[in-house]
């Protein structure tokens, strides 16, 4: 794997390795539908082979973690459209390499990690002006105020410290000029009160009804913007921000879409809770883990401080310990044990941080992590927040994962909880490491940018952190609980065909047991020997509902919880409203909620079904995290091994990645001509 110690903004382009030639880009065009919470995303791009033979180039680009990309072609000069299908990862790469042996155009387009996607072409022909085409849908994140989302386009991605997945992810360029045009028409449920472009890109807005765009006559010119953002000189390579404020955004709302051809449902629950809970009793302890690596100089550094400052003035004033740990390569800790939150303690941390520089070398996260969760008593003494300021600079995403969740099983338990708080600073943060230290930590991310207000969101953070968790969170999809349908009443459609108690009936035969012939005339030469063969699974049908995430998340005040589902059949009538409900780990008492289902947003005659694109990435996710509803007849066979387990979740992987056009771990697009 590669190695990358340093850091700074890439841009995405076509790329020989072999001829060390870049592809001319001519330009980039870029399409985005906002629909209340989800955006769809359509990009264009047009590469030009300049040598007088052809070309094998890769092109490599940054994504929020979570998109999920659901399309993909190229187009060649003569109008040739080649599609790109999924397939299993190796099976799609075996086709490509196939297909550039024999000399025809090819693509191939893998996920690297959660927030890098690349794509291969291969055999791109002499002079060829090739244009490259995909597509994603993701979900917006809340921005500083309630009613307001912000939907993030990512024009570059920072470089990382430590090992890269693959040689792709690792590979850097510096920011080549291109001219960029997007355009974003948003369609809300409710009015739309403002658009804004927090990175500071020039941009047009038009409010109502945009020209040629058709939508249902219940959608009010209110409800409808066109936004045009432009760079013709091709100097701005900053991602670009956009913030959209509407009435009603934070109003709890379930949408459901009837998949245009399969008789499945697909469900998005989406709200921004609102409650209150008293603080947990005798207090808590804070510890604020801080990036000091040498990718944070600049910029970066100085959102850090600011909002290191903001979190350290908001935090109770009763029955506090803080603390404050650096790291980059090595990490060092303000005081040798968290102390009392008095003035005088605040006073001389702000100067601590008021001092900080980015001088501490590479990103060793996982490290860093290591030292907070070992510095803390088994089991816990109180409850903990950790909050990690950082750019997420590193590759190792997974050693990071995995010391949380052992931490957390470990040290916490329902009095004394333990959770992660995540906060992204400057350009190129790497959604994929904040937001997978955050799940792994039952907490969640937020993400500040230059120009960006960040009070509101770092007093979310704080909020968050300081109420006692809601668990035990059961939502019922059909605004009903329901009888009869568990986990057991899933079947098997077909098992290895081994009987597991079939052997032991047989009478034996042969010398009795215990005594072995010395001299056996049937003796036949040993046949089990090389590697294990594949282990092979066989799935059986989904349950009748898939929800994603299976463990719901506990809910934060004023922090949205988005949650999906499939019905595997549509019913006859379509359900009005749904129920959530939830426990108050610190008090016992109930919580719940019924929200209202409506037919979810789109624009009229697309046939594209990102809801259940969105529901199945959430699917694909549980699954990548070893979360999954295999009935007892299956998990209770890999209860004790691994492989069997891996071989099942990766099927089922496989199984939402070709049914939903969708790349993930284990699937991968390839198009041949």
């Not at 387990?645 to 939402?656: E, S, T």
């Amino acid at each position: 794997m590669a190695h990358y110690s340093s850091s700074y903004p890439t841009a995405c382009r076509l790329f020989s390795p072999v001829t060390n030639t870049s592809l001319i880009l001519d330009g980039v065009g870029v399409n985005v539908l906002i629909a209340d919470v989800h955006a769809t995303v359509q990009i264009s791009q047009r590469f030009t082979n300049p040598r007088n033979f052809p070309l094998d180039a890769t092109y490599t680009f940054g994504l929020l973690a979570g998109a999920a990309i659901c399309g993909f072609k190229m187009v060649r000069a003569d109008g040739t459209e080649i599609n790109g299908v999924v397939k299993e990862k190796e099976a799609a790469k075996k086709d490509y390499d196939k297909a550039v042996r024999k000399g025809q155009t090819a693509a191939l387009g893998a996920e690297e990690t959660k927030d890098v996607f690349s794509i291969s072409v291969g055999n791109v022909s002499a002079n060829e002006t090739v244009t490259i085409e995909f597509q994603y849908v993701q979900l917006l994140t809340d921005d500083e105020k309630r009613n307001q989302i912000r939907f993030m386009f990512p024009r570059v991605y920072a470089q990382r410290y430590g090992s890269a997945p693959s040689i792709n992810a690792a590979t850097a360029f510096r920011a080549p000029r291109q001219q960029f045009t997007m355009t974003v028409v948003v369609q809300q449920s409710s009015t739309i009160k403002g658009i804004s472009c927090a990175s500071g890109h020039p941009m047009q807005l038009e409010l109502g009804k945009p020209e040629g765009f058709e939508v249902d006559s219940s959608i009010s010119d209110s409800q409808l913007a066109k936004v045009t953002v432009s760079d013709s000189s091709g100097s701005l390579n900053e991602d670009i921000l956009l913030v959209i404020t509407a009435d009603g955004l934070d109003n709890p709302r379930c949408f459901v879409e009837p998949h245009p051809v399969d008789d499945t449902l697909a469900m998005g629950l989406t709200f921004v809770p609102r409650f209150t809970l008293p603080d947990v009793s005798g207090g808590m302890e804070y510890i604020f883990l801080v990036d000091r690596s040498g990718s944070m100089e600049g910029n970066s550094m100085k959102l850090l401080r600011e909002a290191l400052v903001v979190l350290l003035r908001g935090l109770p004033s009763k029955g506090t310990k803080f603390n404050i740990v650096s790291f980059g390569s090595h990490a060092t800790k303000f005081w040798p044990t968290s102390q009392a939150y008095t003035q005088a303690n605040l006073d001389s941390a702000t100067k601590h941080v008021d001092s900080m520089n980015a001088d501490y070398g590479g990103t060793e996260i996982a490290s860093a992590l290591n030292l907070v969760y070992s510095s803390l008593s088994t089991p816990l003494s109180q409850p903990v927040a950790v909050f990690l300021l950082t750019d997420g600079g590193a590759w190792d995403v997974a050693t990071c994962v995995s010391r949380t969740k052992h931490a957390i099983s470990q040290q916490a338990t329902q009095e004394n909880f333990m959770r992660i708080f995540t906060l992204g600073i400057g350009a190129g943060a790497s959604s994929n490491t904040c937001d997978s230290i955050a799940k792994a930590g039952e907490g969640f991310s937020v993400y500040v940018g230059s120009n960006e207000p960040i009070v509101g969101k770092c007093a979310r953070l704080v909020r968050a952190a300081r109420t006692p968790p809601v668990t035990n969170l059961q939502i019922f999809w059909t605004g009903k609980e329901p009888h009869g349908e568990s986990e057991h009443d899933f079947e098997l459609v077909d098992e290895s065909g081994r009987d597991a108690g079939h052997a032991s009936q047989k009478s034996p035969s042969g010398p009795a047991p215990g005594v072995v012939s010395l001299f056996d005339d049937k003796e036949s030469e040993i046949q089990d020997v090389g590697p294990p063969p594949p282990v092979t699974v066989s799935l059986p049908p989904p349950p009748h509902v898939q929800q994603a995430p299976l463990q719901s998340p506990s809910l934060f005040p004023g922090t949205r919880s988005q949650m999906y589902c499939i019905l595997a059949k549509q019913p006859k009538v379509l359900p009005t409203s749904l129920i959530v409900r939830g426990t108050v780990v610190s008090t016992g008492a109930s919580v719940e909620l019924t929200v209202p289902i409506s037919t979810v947003l789109q624009a009229r005659g697309s046939r594209l079904a990102f809801l259940h694109i969105l529901s199945a990435k959430a699917l694909i996710s549980d699954r990548e995290h070893q979360i999954h509803a295999f009935p007892p007849s299956i998990s209770s066979s890999f209860r004790d091994d691994d492989a069997l387990r891996d071989a099942y979740l990766k099927a089922d992987i496989v199984r939402l990645g070709v049914l939903y056009g969708l790349t993930s771990r284990h699937t991968s697009f390839v198009a041949v001509d």
